[in-house]
Nanobody, 122 residues
Framework: QVQLVESGGGLVQTGGSLRLSCAAS????????MGWFRQAPGKEREFVAT???????YYADSVKGRFTMSRDNAKNTVYLQMNSLKPEDTAVYYC????????????????WGQGTQVTVSS
């Protein structure tokens, strides 16, 4: 069983930055593909970014150029560096993990964290 715990959310002004972290339990983390998703109030959960075990990444168009996903396999942790934040980035951010390659498809992820709130004020 794999457990994922997000941290790093908070309140930030428009144009500010935050770095989210997701710590994973388990000894097979390096073989996991990881993803970040977000859900704004009244909206469906949506894809943000994903990373392979070999650190190849893929981003949603809405965050490309502003967000960077990375991983430290020695620490069993993935990160989401969020720059130039906008009010529309306000959401609960979830990390997710799966055996296999990266994918933006939510249904392909086997493990989910509880989420961390990010609020961007205008």
């Amino acid at each position: 069983q794999v457990q994922l715990v997000e941290s790093g959310g908070g309140l930030v002004q428009t144009g500010g930055s935050l770095r989210l972290s997701c710590a994973a339990s388990g000894r097979t983390f390096s073989s996991f593909a990881m993803g970040w998703f977000r859900q704004a109030p009244g909206k469906e959960r949506e894809f943000v970014a994903t990373i392979n075990g070999n650190r190849g990444t893929y981003y949603a168009d809405s965050v490309k150029g502003r967000f960077t996903m990375s991983r430290d396999n020695a620490k069993n942790t993935v990160y989401l560096q969020m720059n130039s934040l906008k009010p529309e980035d306000t959401a609960v951010y979830y990390c997710a993990g799966r055996y296999g390659g990266r994918t933006p498809e939510m249904d392909r992820y086997d493990y989910w964290g509880q989420g961390t709130q990010v609020t961007v004020s205008s």
